[in-house]
């Protein structure tokens, strides 16, 4: 009975020997998961919270202390002093939002400006999560708090350069435009006269050679003149390609109307275009713009749709300005265009890029076989 007895007594030590043992290696565990989690928020600038509804006792990381630049002998702040970090203006008040996570009992995310106690700006994104207790009932509230100002001056400074990249680019095309009209004024007001002056000299020249000069001299004479006339001919559709005076002194509806008729003479492609004139004229910058977009639709439509008509259309509303162009051509995948064995379709990204930078917005609808639309709105 004795040894019996013993051998119990011998047998709960070692239990509560494992036990305790057991006990000791959790919490070796529990330290360094701890040590390793504050790690963590620390490099992640992350913290995390607590609050208990009943007591409205607010429990913080370390790390939350770090984020509030609040000594950690002080303990963690009332909600009330919490809440006054916060810049309502920056968005929903916090305080709102915690609010909304009890009544709904969803999980809210949000970012907002802080005034940290130093003075300056911070940024945080805040995770609000609700717990509900056995009846339902949201008891507790917990999350997260991530200093994320570094990434708000990235995006802000991506916002920057953005925009100066888009008044670069604006500023490249106005440079563009007006050297377009440099050169076609040029060619128009200098070389064509010039050319036709040569043809008339010719002209006079021939009406006063002899009888058997002019006879022997008139295949050449009349090759000369017919190829002044070509080469005149052409620096008018240079010119109209370069910069269209209509477009200048009579908009962009006679613009766009003059270049058809141009594009249909030499391509025998039908184009037409309808709608009515605005009852005012649209920016230099805008008119541009459109009629650059249609130009080069026009363009890939000759060289790449085969098709036999185009229709422009042009409408004017609701302080929006609408052109549309289509196509009964071969049309395309618009998904391949650039991908391996297709051409690159630049001009697309021509258009859209000026529609873009003007603030506009540019779509594309195109299928094999069913011809190509391209609409741009601004």
Not at 1 to 15: G, K, P, Q, W
Not at 279 to 284: F, G, I, M, P, V
Not at 367 to 377: H, M, Q
Request: hydrophobic letters at 40%; a neutral charge.
């Amino acid at each position: 009975m004795l040894l019996e007895r013993m051998a119990e007594n011998i047998s709960f030590a070692m239990d509560q020997f494992k036990r305790e043992e057991q006990r000791k290696e959790a919490e070796v565990t529990l330290r360094i998961s701890e040590a390793r989690l504050r790690q963590a928020q620390a490099i992640g600038r992350i913290g995390d919270w607590g609050l208990d509804l009943e007591t409205l006792q607010l429990r913080w990381s370390p790390q939350m202390f770090h984020l509030y630049e609040r000594d950690p002998a002080k303990g963690p702040p009332t909600l009330d002093e919490l809440l006054r970090h916060y810049v309502n203006r920056s968005g929903p008040p916090t305080g709102e939002n915690i609010r909304r996570a009890i009544a709904t009992g969803e999980r809210v995310d949000l970012e907002q400006r802080v005034k940290l106690p130093s003075g300056a700006d911070a940024y945080h994104a805040v995770v609000i999560i609700p717990r509900k207790n056995a009846d339902g009932l949201v008891t507790k509230v917990f999350g997260t708090v991530q200093d994320i100002t570094e990434r708000k001056k990235l995006e802000k400074q991506r916002q920057a350069d953005a925009l100066r990249l888009a008044e670069l680019s604006r500023r490249v095309v106005a440079v563009q435009e007006e050297e377009r009209r440099q050169l076609a004024g040029e060619l128009h007001d200098r070389t064509s006269p010039n050319l036709s002056a040569a043809s008339l000299n010719l002209g006079m020249i021939a009406a006063d050679l002899p009888p058997q000069t002019a006879d022997e001299l008139a295949s050449r004479l009349a090759d000369t003149r017919a190829l002044l006339a070509e080469t005149i001919a052409g620096i008018r559709d240079v010119c109209a390609d370069l910069r269209p005076a209509t477009l200048d002194y009579a908009g962009l509806s006679h613009a766009l109307r003059e270049y058809a008729e141009q594009v249909s003479r030499r391509t025998g492609i039908a184009v037409t275009v309808s709608g009515e004139s605005p009852a005012a004229r649209l920016t230099a910058d805008a008119e541009s713009m459109l009629f650059r977009i249609a130009q080069e639709a026009l363009t890939n439509c000759a060289k790449h749709a085969r098709a036999s008509a185009v229709n422009i259309e042009l409408s004017f509303g609701n302080a929006q300005t609408r052109l549309a162009i289509a196509d009964n051509g071969t049309g395309f995948d618009p998904e391949a265009v650039g991908k391996a064995g297709h051409r690159p379709g630049l001009g697309l990204l021509t258009m859209r890029e000026r529609v873009e930078f003007a603030g506009g917005k540019f779509s594309l609808e195109s299928a094999p076989g069913k011809g190509t639309r391209i609409k741009v709105e601004i």
